[in-house]
């Protein structure tokens, strides 16, 4: 069984700015969580913390808990190179390294320690299809990343996160670069996805969160205003703030 993944109290500091304010949330098995909300309210920096991105900006902490597997991932003591593989990420920009598309794929399980061809070919595949890439590179793997186009990019991306087995995936608006048919592909790719792992994305697109996602999340200037049911955040929202921000971005 899925063991659960949640965070307490989490607040995020850079320096004195405290952008995260004290948010407990819960990330059920098998699902998709929206964060949405205005510019600057801190969606991005919640994500990024989940899997420890924010330890790598000078002056960025964070206080309370990010929980799975009974283990605080906000733990000093954890490993964040292991975690990274566990709770991967695909940020906005399509960033594939400049390698060919077989050992961008390649890299994370190499590092890993898998050595056999045979074993990181089987990798490379399983990859590209579970991110619904694999028919459209399998006949130039050794071809260079930066010839796909953007879309393809951003899959490929998925791909290198999906090479290492992660649970979670953080996605960071990873449409808003694209055009609407790989934008389609992205939103299909999440769905399929979220039946063996889970997902939690930024987005600043309505009809995207109410269309991919299981559970919503508003965020305003650092705090939670309300989570719940994407279904009842977008009809039927309890918070004033959540209404007036669904009804002027979504009515
Ligand atoms: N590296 C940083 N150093 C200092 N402050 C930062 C840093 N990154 C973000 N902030 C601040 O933290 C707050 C939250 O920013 P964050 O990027 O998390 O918001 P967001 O909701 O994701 O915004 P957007 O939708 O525009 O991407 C903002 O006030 C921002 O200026």
Redesign the pocket.
Known sequence: MAQPFSTEDLS?Y??T?E??KKISMEFPAETVTA?I????????????SLNRM?DE????YATGHIWMNGKDLNDPGTDVIKLRQEIGMVW?KPNPFYKSIYNNIAFGPRYRGIKRKKELDEIVETSLRKAALWDEVKDRLHGSALALSGGQQQRLCIARALSVNPSILLL??PASALDPVSTGKIEELITELKQELRIVI?T?NMQQAARISDFTAY?Y??NLIERGKTKDIFTNPTNELTQEYIMGRFG
């Open positions: 995020i850079y320096g700015f952008a995260v964060l909300g205005p510019s600057g309210c801190g969606k991005s920096t919640f994500l990024r924010n900006i000078a002056g960025a906005q960071d608006e930024v600043h965020f200037v650092g």
